[in-house]
């Protein structure tokens, strides 16, 4: 677990290299996502094992999760920064 937080810096700067123009919504976008997650994780951790009675279960799923995540950030693109988008329709697109 100590080394999953070698991976932190380099998402936080991700995130600002990815958008410069908007680095703190997508930092924030982030910092919120990473929040949800901790609030959600130990009710569905129990229903796991409400549902289960295996303390294994919830623990592979999360070794999954965290796989996922692991494969997921090699899609990081940090060199194609993201445009912005004009309005569309009359409509304010975030960001704007």
Known sequence: MFFFGVAIAPLW????????NFAGSSS?????????AGI???????WILDRTGS???????????RLFAIIMTYWIRPDRPIEAIPRIGGLAVAGE
């Open 13 to 20: 700067i991700a995130a600002m290299d990815i958008a410069p």
């Open 28 to 36: 924030a976008l982030m910092n919120a996502a990473g929040a949800v």
């Open 40 to 46: 959600l994780s130990p009710f569905a951790f129990g």
């Open 55 to 65: 303390w294994t279960t919830p623990f592979v799923f999360s070794v999954g999760l």
